[in-house]
Nanobody, 114 residues
Framework: QVQLVESGGGLVQPGGSLRLSCAAS????????GGWYRQFPGKQRELVAS???????VYAPSVKGRFTISRDNAKNAMFLEMNSLKPEDTAVYYC????????WGQGTQVTVSS
């Protein structure tokens, strides 16, 4: 039973940066492609960035060039570095495998506002 815990969100000004962390209770991302998702109020959860077992990364057009996904297999963790944040990035951010094999965590709130 793998548990996912997201952290690192908060309130930042436009142009600011945040680093989100995804902690897994057991090894998972060394064996599975992972992804960061976000959910706007009243909307469906959407994929923001992904990383394959081989380390290839893919980003949604809206965040490409600003966000960077990475992982640390030894720590069973995945990260999302967010730079040049915009108010439109305000959402709850979640992590999971790309196949969504795991139960969703509580997510971490990111709010970008002046």
């Amino acid at each position: 039973q793998v548990q996912l815990v997201e952290s690192g969100g908060g309130l930042v000004q436009p142009g600011g940066s945040l680093r989100l962390s995804c902690a897994a209770s057991r090894s998972i991302f060394k064996f599975n492609a992972g992804g960061w998702y976000r959910q706007f109020p009243g909307k469906q959860r959407e994929l923001v960035a992904s990383i394959t077992i081989g380390g290839n990364t893919v980003y949604a057009p809206s965040v490409k060039g600003r966000f960077t996904i990475s992982r640390d297999n030894a720590k069973n963790a995945m990260f999302l570095e967010m730079n040049s944040l915009k108010p439109e990035d305000t959402a709850v951010y979640y992590c999971n495998t790309l196949s969504n094999d795991l139960n969703w965590g509580q997510g971490t709130q990111v709010t970008v506002s002046s």
